[in-house]
């Protein structure tokens, strides 16, 4: 009786989680632990009725994967827009800037769109749309500002 | 997918969707949860401890997100108790007991303390050890072993009030 274990060590017995041969082989044999161990294995196995069978369907792994992956990026919206955005600036800066655009010729305005357009294809697979937003406003910036400079040289405004 | 979480959902996903299907006891339901537990954690991949074992990690999100649900859905349907019956080929009679057992049994496990309902769940519908269990709960061992107990018994006692 002394030497009897805990019921929270024979319920981890009956667990598989007490490996101690002693303990278990006491309670195997004690029949004092024993209905214990019978009350126990009763309320274990009630308990076991919880796992069912149930299993998920086969579509499960196809959807989760939909849902993992990444969202195309719209690089041609994307890029559009910073295009768009670059002209209109250099447009509202001075009207005169984009006479080289016009002189330029119509194969020339294509495969600068083009290239363009292409280039942000390109950058988009390595840098994220985050990274290729932020560098091409960074552009639009910088444009800007020289766009800017070069009024004040030309004195645009004493125009 | 990555290679990891293809494993984890091999290896995990109809567990995790049993432990949901007892939180929530509506098939739909486990089978989002199941997908946002495998979602948060090919979100989180980068905090996992690669050497360790994922199945305490993933029972932890899908602790949460049954916590979070039942916190929200106080009304559990019971409409979907048949899922656990399915696969059984057994007489109409037998059927038929199963599923009044499985209603009691559900009834029972509703009427669980939370603490001791999450520590059962986890050993019996996920076969977790119980330092995985631990883990999985952010318990103490000793925390889990009187916990399980203590549920275990009391889930029979209410299954037992159930029956008379």
Same mark, same amino acid.
């Given at each position: 009786?002394? /030497?009897?274990?805990?019921?929270?060590?024979?319920?981890? #017995?009956?667990?598989?989680?007490?490996?101690?041969?002693?303990?278990?082989?006491?309670?195997?044999?004690?029949?004092?632990?024993?209905?214990?161990?019978?009350?126990?294995?009763?309320?274990?196995?009630?308990?076991?009725?919880?796992?069912?069978?149930?299993?998920?369907?086969?579509?499960?792994?196809?959807?989760?994967?939909?849902?993992?992956?990444?969202?195309?990026?719209?690089?041609?919206? #994307?890029?559009?827009?910073?295009?768009?955005?670059?002209?209109?600036?250099?447009?509202?800066?001075?009207?005169?800037?984009?006479?080289?655009?016009?002189?330029?010729?119509?194969?020339?305005?294509?495969?600068?769109?083009?290239?363009?357009?292409?280039?942000?294809?390109?950058?988009?697979?390595?840098?994220?749309?985050?990274?290729?937003?932020?560098?091409?406003?960074?552009?639009?910036?910088?444009? #800007?500002?020289?766009?800017?400079?070069?009024?004040?040289?030309?004195?645009?405004?004493?125009? | 997918?990555?290679?990891?979480?293809?494993?984890?959902?091999?290896?995990?996903?109809?567990?995790?969707?049993?432990?949901?299907?007892?939180?929530?006891?509506?098939?739909?339901?486990?089978?989002?949860?199941?997908?946002?537990?495998?979602?948060?954690?090919?979100?989180?991949?980068?905090?996992?401890?690669?050497?360790?074992?994922?199945?305490?990690?993933?029972?932890?999100?899908?602790?949460?997100?049954?916590? /979070?649900?039942?916190?929200?859905?106080?009304?559990?349907?019971? !409409?979907?108790?048949?899922?656990?019956?399915?696969?059984?080929?057994?007489?109409?009679?037998?059927?038929?007991?199963?599923?009044?057992?499985?209603?009691?049994?559900?009834?029972?496990?509703?009427?669980?303390?939370?603490?001791?309902?999450?520590?059962?769940?986890?050993?019996?519908?996920?076969?977790?050890?119980?330092? !995985?269990?631990?883990?999985?709960?952010?318990?103490?061992?000793?925390?889990?072993?009187?916990?399980?107990?203590?549920?275990?018994?009391?889930?029979?006692?209410?299954?037992?009030?159930?029956?008379?």
């Amino acid at each position: 009786m002394k /030497n009897c274990p805990d019921i929270i060590t024979i319920q981890a #017995v009956l667990d598989g989680e007490e490996k101690d041969e002693r303990i278990i082989k006491h309670i195997q044999t004690c029949p004092t632990c024993c209905s214990a161990r019978v009350e126990l294995e009763e309320s274990i196995s009630l308990a076991e009725c919880l796992n069912s069978p149930a299993v998920l369907p086969d579509v499960f792994c196809k959807q989760l994967t939909e849902r993992i992956q990444p969202k195309p990026f719209p690089a041609i919206l #994307v890029s559009a827009a910073i295009f768009l955005l670059s002209i209109i600036s250099a447009y509202l800066l001075n009207p005169g800037y984009l006479q080289w655009w016009l002189s330029v010729g119509i194969i020339n305005q294509f495969s600068y769109i083009m290239d363009v357009f292409i280039s942000f294809l390109y950058f988009s697979h390595y840098i994220g749309p985050l990274g290729l937003i932020t560098g091409l406003v960074s552009l639009v910036v910088v444009e #800007v500002l020289i766009l800017n400079k070069l009024r004040t040289v030309e004195g645009y405004n004493n125009v | 997918m990555q290679e990891i979480l293809q494993e984890m959902v091999e290896e995990y996903s109809d567990k995790i969707y049993r432990l949901a299907l007892r939180y929530t006891g509506d098939r739909e339901q486990a089978r989002d949860l199941a997908q946002e537990t495998f979602l948060r954690a090919y979100k989180n991949l980068d905090k996992f401890d690669r050497s360790k074992n994922a199945g305490p990690w993933l029972f932890k999100i899908a602790t949460n997100l049954c916590r /979070n649900w039942l916190r929200d859905n106080r009304e559990v349907p019971m !409409e979907s108790l048949d899922e656990f019956n399915t696969r059984a080929e057994n007489s109409p009679e037998t059927i038929v007991i199963r599923k009044e057992d499985e209603r009691e049994l559900a009834e029972a496990l509703d009427r669980l303390p939370l603490m001791y309902r999450e520590v059962i769940l986890l050993k019996h519908t996920a076969d977790m050890s119980y330092a !995985e269990i631990a883990d999985a709960l952010g318990l103490e061992l000793s925390l889990v072993r009187n916990r399980l107990y203590r549920g275990r018994m009391l889930l029979r006692e209410l299954l037992e009030r159930e029956s008379e």
